[in-house]
């Protein structure tokens, strides 16, 4: 199978930076889409940046500028460069990937979470 493993969360003041690892390793043909969610308390689990394939990252409106993710197909890890952290920032980050371990079998995965703290 496919598992993904997310690091590089923390208590921050706002204003500072942090930076996201989601390595994927396992039966991995491919990964066709690479993807940052994140859950507040008490919120629905939302998107915060993506990659598909090999295109451009989309951002959520509430990260763009300040937000960078970034994919290494080599080495099947994602990268979000967090900076200008806000307090609304606060939650627990998923990594999610789309990932095709045979030729025409795709599945998609979850890591277990990171949590990132914004102290206002």
């Known amino acids: 199978q496919v598992q993904l493993v997310e690091s590089g969360g923390g208590l921050v003041q706002a204003g500072g930076s942090l930076r996201l690892s989601c390595a994927a390793s396992?039966?991995?043909?491919?990964?066709?889409?690479m993807a940052w969610y994140r859950q507040a308390p008490g919120k629905q689990r939302e998107l915060v940046a993506t990659?598909?394939?090999?295109?451009?990252?989309i951002y959520a409106d509430s990260v763009k500028g300040r937000f960078t993710f970034a994919r290494d197909f080599a080495k099947n890890t994602g990268y979000l460069q967090m900076n200008s952290l806000k307090s609304e920032d606060t939650g627990v980050y998923y990594c999610?990937?789309?990932?095709?371990?045979?030729?025409?079998?795709?599945?998609?995965?979850w890591g277990q979470g990171t949590q990132v703290t914004v102290s206002s």
């Open positions: 999610h990937a789309l990932v095709q371990v045979t030729p025409g079998a795709t599945f998609n995965f």
């Open positions: 396992g039966r991995i043909f491919s990964i066709n889409t």
């Open positions: 990659i598909i394939s090999g295109g451009n990252p």
